[in-house]
């Protein structure tokens, strides 16, 4: 007698043993799945906010330009090869260098970490770009060359590639302004 319930008794513990298992199973599925779900909407939600915050900083730079560009006069404009009213055009393009222009270079270039090379070669090129552009013995062409250069070498100055910077800087085909009173 003992022995003939013992098989059915087995058998439904393995039942009930069997759907525990499937069960778990199907469980552990669904939070793997709610887990990758999550871990995806949180990705593109990272991903968007990431865009988001770069679109609005770029937004803040091109219009940090337009202030900049519209500070000058219409000489230093004409200088660097752009009319009043292609200001918002030329700041969109040239964001990040049109909005470095005019700033001194301690605002452009953080003295305390750019070593006195770059500081000294972006001084002798700023003054000779700004004392071509009064001479006007150059042509706006070459003066906005050498001042996207500058830009470029003082971004390399920057994330401390200062070989690559002097060599930026030493590209500049700008030599010193000749006056008028030296020649006489």
């Not at 909407?41 to 803040?60: D, F, K, M, N, P």
């Not at 040239?94 to 003295?111: K, S, Y």
Request: proline share 3%; charged share 25%.
């Amino acid at each position: 007698m003992f022995e003939n319930d013992n098989p059915i008794y087995l058998w439904s513990f393995e039942l009930h043993q069997q759907a525990s298992i499937a069960r778990n199973l199907a469980i552990q599925a669904f939070l793997r799945a709610a887990g990758r779900a999550a871990a995806e909407w949180l990705r593109a939600l990272s991903v968007r906010g990431t865009r988001l915050v770069r679109h609005l900083a770029a937004e803040r730079r091109r219009r940090k330009a337009i202030r900049e560009l519209q500070r000058l006069d219409d000489r230093m404009l004409d200088d660097i090869g752009v009319r009043r009213g292609d200001i918002e055009e030329f700041a969109v393009r040239n964001t990040v260098a049109a909005a470095l222009f005019w700033l001194p270079i301690a605002g452009a270039m953080a003295a305390d970490r750019v070593p006195l090379d770059c500081l000294a070669a972006d001084l002798r090129l700023t003054t000779l770009i700004e004392a071509h552009g009064e001479a006007q013995d150059v042509a706006a062409e070459t003066l906005r060359e050498a001042f996207f250069t500058v830009m470029e070498a003082r971004k390399a100055c920057n994330q401390g590639q200062v070989e690559a910077a002097l060599k930026l800087y030493n590209s500049i085909p700008l030599r010193p302004v000749i006056s008028e009173a030296a020649t006489d």
